[in-house]
Nanobody, 121 residues
Framework: QVQLVESGGGLVQAGGSLRLSCAAS????????MGWFRQVPGKERDFVAA??????YYADSVKGRFTISRDNVKNTVSLQMNSLKTEDTAVYYC????????????????WGQGTQVTVSS
């Protein structure tokens, strides 16, 4: 059974940093691309970042501020979020699909339960 479990969300002031982590189990991790998406109430779930074995993709809105990385030994993917803005407030979801990584939400098969990130002004 595939499980993706996010952690690291919370409340932070604008300009601050947070690091999200996602622990994967039940998948051949190094054969899966991993992605981060986010969603605010009433809106669609949007792409944030994705990673293959080394290839990374970022949404324009987070480029230069967020960094996605993976540890194929620990089966984890992380999202380092710096210079946070109030508009980054959302529930952040970890997702997995067979390689290669893509930015298309519907291509991802497995999803975590989400973790709330709130950025205050």
């Amino acid at each position: 059974q595939v499980q993706l479990v996010e952690s690291g969300g919370g409340l932070v002031q604008a300009g601050g940093s947070l690091r999200l982590s996602c622990a994967a189990s039940g998948v051949t991790f190094n054969r899966h691309a991993m992605g981060w998406f986010r969603q605010v109430p009433g809106k669609e779930r949007d792409f944030v970042a994705a990673i293959g074995l080394s290839t990374t993709y970022y949404a324009d809105s987070v480029k230069g501020r967020f960094t996605i990385s993976r540890d194929n030994v620990k089966n984890t993917v992380s999202l380092q979020m710096n210079s946070l803005k109030t508009e980054d407030t959302a529930v952040y979801y970890c997702a997995a699909k067979w390689m290669p990584p893509v930015i298309v939400r519907d291509e991802y098969r497995y999803w975590g339960q989400g973790t709330q990130v709130t950025v205050s002004s």
